[in-house]
């Protein structure tokens, strides 16, 4: 460490001095062998990460893994990943360094911005390999540390790897005299699904029953969702007499109710869950178990995310849907995928529909071949982009690790 960096960073440390309040993780004991500490910034690439971390450990087993969130999170908002998550000290040098003292890590991953210098220079000064993904020029300091010079270079010089999701953000960070060979461009990581396999032979036979006439699946639909959907199939079956819509209902409950309510429109309705036939004049096929999704995805080139017309619902997830090339419809209220939506939107591989009507018109457009193959090709490309970038941590983890020769982080 030079000299000019050790007069800072000791004058950072005295400025920020305290120790950990009311920690969140003394709980939670250090689990046995190795462990990674990946920081995420943001709550939107939350889901990302979750699904990089299951790659991980399909890889290396025996690697635990503790996540943090910024101290000011709320983690209530967090989905449950199954892995400890828990709020990250507040920048003092104490909390720190008691936070360090705590998990051991063996090696650490920071998500985006919002580095913060005490628990950064302590790791590094420990011999933890860090790296820094997503990479941004955004130091969260204690408060009087601003003024100090060069706590945002001193503070990312901590990590071994620093991956950008830009060209901009790269020579942000190089202006700052980090030297080049640490500094690399990648795209940011992107979830990767892994649907299980189908068996063939029930795949062929479904397929027969349907012989040959256009498909479109309606997948977690909400009660009050039924009428809109319903609407919208008998709008396009104006323009394709044999269309079939498969009625994937979200709550298991309401099958039935809604089974004989289709009795009574004047819709010609079988229950798959019940008898597994589909007959040539079947108008709805209604399903309710989730673990059929995978089957109805690859029969139906078209798909509407249900939990989504209505305001309230909050979207379900369609990149099981997109990995199977089933083109996408949602409707405007799906905050809680939103970044998912979004990017499938923009790519052409997504559309949003605000009423029912708007839903009829698109599935009777999309189910023409040429623009359900383009939206799934779209949506394809997304899918599997970020995989080489996923594949790639991977393997700098586990170099990492081999290195260190595994077992506990100094202290």
């Known amino acids: 460490m030079s000299k000019s960096r050790s007069l800072s960073l000791a ?68 989905a449950n990943s199954g892995y400890p998550l828990v709020n990250l000290p507040t920048e003092q040098t104490g909390a720190a360094r008691a936070f360090l003292d705590h998990w051991r ?13 005490n628990v950064i220079t302590r790791a590094e000064e420990r011999g933890i390999p860090l790296i820094l993904i997503e990479a941004e020029a955004d130091v969260r300091t204690a408060r009087g540390g601003r ?27 190089r202006r700052l005299g980090i030297s080049s060979t640490k500094v690399k461009e990648a795209p940011p990581l992107h979830i990767s699904p892994n649907p299980r396999p189908w068996p063939e032979d029930e795949l062929i036979e479904v397929n027969h029953a349907l012989s040959g006439r256009p498909v479109w699946l309606a997948a977690w639909v909400q009660d009050k969702e039924f009428i809109s959907v319903l609407s919208a199939h008998r709008q396009a079956m104006r323009m394709l007499p044999r269309l079939a819509l498969v009625l994937h209902v979200a709550d ?13 429109m004047d819709l010609r309705c079988t229950n798959w869950d019940e008898s ?115 594949d790639h941590l991977i393997d700098l983890v586990q170099d990492y690790l081999d290195q260190r020769g595994g077992g506990d982080a100094s202290t």
């Open 276 to 390: 597994g036939m589909i007959e040539d004049m079947t108008q709805v096929i209604l399903s309710a178990a989730p673990e059929d999704l995978g089957l109805w995805q690859r029969v139906s080139p078209v798909t509407f995310m249900g939990t989504s017309l209505e305001r309230g619902a909050a979207g379900a997830d369609p990149l099981v849907a997109t990995a199977l090339g089933s083109a996408v419809i949602h409707g405007p209220f799906v905050h809680g995928q939103q970044q998912l939506y979004d990017q499938l939107d923009r790519a052409g591989a997504a559309r949003s529909v605000r009423t029912a009507t708007e839903l009829g018109d698109a599935v009777v457009e999309l189910l023409a071949p040429d623009q359900a193959a383009n939206m799934a090709l779209a949506g394809w490309q997304i899918v599997t982009e970020g995989a080489p970038q996923a």
């Open 105 to 117: 890590p063996d090696v650490g991953m920071w998500v985006g911005g919002g580095l913060m210098p």
């Open 11 to 78: 004058a950072y440390r005295v400025l920020s001095w305290g120790m950990q309040n009311a920690a969140s993780y003394r709980d939670i004991p250090r689990p046995d062998g190795e462990v990674l500490w990946l920081h995420i910034n943001s709550h939107a690439r939350h889901r990302a990460i979750i699904d990089f971390c299951q790659r991980l450990q399909h890889a290396r087993p025996t690697l635990s893994i503790v996540l943090t969130a910024p101290p000011d999170a709320d983690l209530t908002r967090w």
């Open 252 to 264: 298991i409950t309401e099958a039935g109710p809604l089974h004989r309510r289709l009795e009574t």
């Open 147 to 173: 003024w100090l010079p060069d706590i945002t270079r001193y503070t990312i010089d901590c990590f071994r790897t620093i991956i950008c999701p830009t060209p901009e953000s790269a020579r942000q960070i």
